[in-house]
């Protein structure tokens, strides 16, 4: 058990919804990153927020946001959701934005699948 | 930019054998790499990791990478695989300046065979 949480595990939605995922970090961990894995695409990084603030943006569609709250709980909004949006999506977190090589530790993901 | 190249996709070893998962490495700064496995089902969990201090690494269940700046690699190994460690196997870099994200490679799934 990493200590990152993720809510929920499995979600089943249709094209054109929206949905949000949770991520809760490892207790003091300011960091939250999230990646999305797909068959296709392999694992990629979305973006990443440092206490409160993004930090880092990646592959991130503009369908897609996220935020980072004040007890340090992330969320990801998906909308407009396409059959290609069916991914697992891990959140990870580490200590800091950091100046060293902070490990990021994983969550167990949330399965989506659009129908 | 950095990115990262795992030979082969899967790889196939006997129980007892040794273990050698590929990976190098492309990036404009000194890199930081890590490795990560991935059992079915479940989220990533760090084996090693490598933040230039010493180029041999050690990591958890008995598997250690050497990183080659000349040869821009950080293969995995592992003496004598166990049936536990059937899984998928992934490399990663991310920037020692700058953005901390990881740059994932396309993984390697690893069979073990008894």
């Known amino acids: 058990d990493s200590g990152v949480t993720q809510t929920p595990k499995h979600l089943i939605t249709a094209t054109g919804q929206r949905v949000t995922l949770r991520c809760s970090p490892r207790s003091g961990d300011l960091s939250v990153y999230w990646y999305q894995q797909s068959l296709d695409q392999g694992l990629q990084f979305l973006i990443q927020?440092?206490?409160?603030?993004?930090?880092a943006k990646g592959n991130i569609l503009e369908r897609f946001s996220a935020q980072q709250f004040p007890d340090l709980h992330s969320e990801l909004n998906l909308s407009s959701l396409e059959l290609g949006d069916s991914a697992l999506y891990f959140c990870?977190?580490?200590?800091?934005?950091?100046?060293?090589?902070?490990?990021?530790?994983f969550g167990p993901g949330t399965r989506l699948t659009v129908l | 930019a950095q990115s990262v190249t795992q030979l082969g996709s899967h790889v196939s070893v006997s129980e007892g054998a040794l273990v050698l998962l590929r990976c190098n490495y492309s990036?404009?700064?000194?890199?930081?790499l890590f490795w990560y496995v991935q059992y079915p089902n479940q989220g990533l969990q760090l084996l090693l990791k490598y933040t230039s201090a010493a180029t041999l690494v050690k990591g958890i269940n008995g598997f250690e990478a050497e990183f080659k700046k000349s040869e821009t690699s950080f293969h995995l190994t592992k003496p004598s695989a166990h049936m536990s460690d059937a899984a998928e196997y992934f490399c990663?870099?991310?920037?020692?300046?700058?953005?901390?994200?990881?740059?994932f490679g396309s993984g390697t799934r690893l069979q073990v065979q008894p």
């Open positions: 990036s404009s700064v000194p890199p930081y």
């Open positions: 990663a870099v991310s920037e020692s300046t700058g953005r901390r994200a990881l740059t």
């Open positions: 927020y440092y206490n409160g603030e993004e930090r």
């Open positions: 990870a977190s580490s200590v800091a934005a950091g100046q060293s090589a902070d490990t990021q530790y």
